[in-house]
């Protein structure tokens, strides 16, 4: 943990008269919203308008996810890690539920159901997330139309994952072995509408900031890594991809059947942050037609793993009568499952109690998972002691490595140019802190 303070000093120590005579400054920048991404801090020293020296200092959101989950049964742990990266929930929990599936050795017990949801939810978040990275970047560079219409266009893929998991964000809907439920009445028709609409909402940021002159000199040729660079850093996503590496952990080591999916890995080769900002506008059209062709394999089935001991929530039907004189009360545990547990089998209703209280047991082990997220390579190391709860859990949060290349992409540059460099890289701070 750094000392602000002292840091402080020795950045002071150092400055004095540079070589042409001037002064040298310390500027804090941030923590502010939105400029430096929320809770993210700055100490600049710069030369005039050149910055010199670039730190980041992190941790003011630091909110403890993983160690609240060593105190958390493995399904609650889901409630947690989706509040991360708080702009990329359901890969937190897809990536999570994946390594507990690997340590219950049910990775391929899952129903095919659930899989092709996983991967429908996964690529309408990644289109949510990267218009934000597009809006917000453009209206910290003073493009308030971007911003504008990057809300705009979010909101209907927001209103599906509502609709779908009960909440715009931070959904707890991914759960080991399967979904939380199936999806509603609706869902499919409203994602058509989407993906038939979406391709000319592309069309408009394209007409309005490819050619623009004023967005191209904000953006070309600022935030300069090469793959030398990115390779050394461990920079994954669309930062690397923008310097012409097609590298996408969907086609390097694929999961969740993305190897049978038609769809292309969008790149760049000016290594800038306008590059990074053309691959994520592609990857949204690349994503469209994942989601449509997630669309088309949907089949009737179940979205849980039919393993008592395992499967929560257990079956849950609308107007399930569980409140008084079984009167419908919403969503709960259908009737037949109420009937089964409490009059047909004592085993049953013992393995339901034990989930309520306590959990399931995962066999001790060690998983590394990982999937490609809207901000490169996602990991979880799980570890298991045997036990109910998670002895260990760390994320490989992309956002956390990615800020270690600010000091190279703004040192050398503009004043100006320090907030194009954040834009340019996405970063997340629920993510980096967690």
Partial sequence: MYDWDELLRQAERRSGAGADGEDRLIVNMGPQHPSTHGVLRLILEIEGETVVEARCGI???????????????WTQAVTFLTRADYLMPLFNETVYCRAVEALLGIQDDVPPRATVIRVLLMELNRISSHLVAIGTGGMELGALTVM???????????????????????????????????????????????????PKRLRDYERLLNANPVFLARTKGVGHLDLAGCMALGMTGPVLRATGLPHDLR?????????????????????????????RLAEMAESLRIVEQCLDRL?????????PKIAWPARLALGGGNGAAGASDGLGNSEEWVRHIMAQSMEALIYHFKLVTEGFAVPAGQVYSCVESPRGELGAHVVSDGGTRPFRVHLRDPSFTHLQAVPVMAEGGMLADVVAVLASLDPVLGGADR
């Fill in 59 to 73: 941790g003011y959101l630091h909110t403890g996810i993983e160690k609240n989950l060593e105190y958390r049964n």
């Fill in 148 to 198: 504008t219409n990057a809300f705009r266009d979010r909101e209907p893929v927001l209103d599906i994952l509502e609709a779908v998991t009960g909440n715009r964000m931070n959904h707890a809907y991914i759960r080991p072995g399967g979904l939380a439920q199936d999806l509603p009445e609706g869902t499919i028709a409203a994602v058509r509408d989407l993906i038939r609409e979406f």
């Fill in 251 to 279: 086609r390097a080591e694929p999961y969740l059947g993305y190897e049978t999916y038609d769809f292309e890995v969008p790149t760049a080769d000016g290594c800038d942050a306008y590059s990074r900002y053309l691959v």
């Fill in 299 to 307: 089949e009737p089935g179940p979205v849980m793993v039919d393993d």
